[in-house]
């Protein structure tokens, strides 16, 4: 009914840069929030950053003048640059949109099937 797929991740060297990208597909009525998670083994998934319908946006204090968040509505996507990466930021990345479908009359959370980013040397 509705798919979100990511790309963009990878294997980069500290200091180096990724372009994650969540395009979501179906039969999509709205998309309200968009957002990524991340999740290491043996930890909870955490929020990363997301952006709400109007533009505004969150980051986690972590990511916060590395890492920006955007949107482009008119293709269902949402994307996440990240810059000067370091060992700390690699995680399985999840994206993540609360999507109302023309079959319901509310929305629900759904999930990407998460990419890989690597930080390494």
């Known amino acids: 009914q509705v798919q979100l797929v990511e790309s963009g991740g990878g294997l980069v060297q500290p200091g180096g840069s990724l372009r994650l990208s969540c395009a979501a597909s179906?039969?999509?009525?709205?998309?309200?929030?968009m957002g990524w998670y991340r999740q290491v083994p043996g930890k909870q998934r955490e929020l990363v950053a997301r952006?709400?319908?109007?533009?505004?946006?969150n980051y986690v204090d972590s990511v916060k003048g590395r890492f920006t968040i955007s949107r482009d509505n008119a293709k269902n996507t949402v994307y996440l640059q990240m810059n000067s990466l370091n060992p700390e930021d690699t995680a399985v990345y999840y994206c993540?949109?609360?999507?109302?479908?023309?079959?319901?009359?509310?929305?629900?959370?759904?999930w990407g099937q998460g990419t890989q980013v690597t930080v390494s040397s």
């Open positions: 179906g039969s999509i009525f709205t998309i309200n929030t």
């Open positions: 993540n949109a609360f999507i109302r479908t023309h079959s319901s009359s509310f929305g629900d959370y759904y």
């Open positions: 952006i709400f319908s109007g533009g505004g946006t």
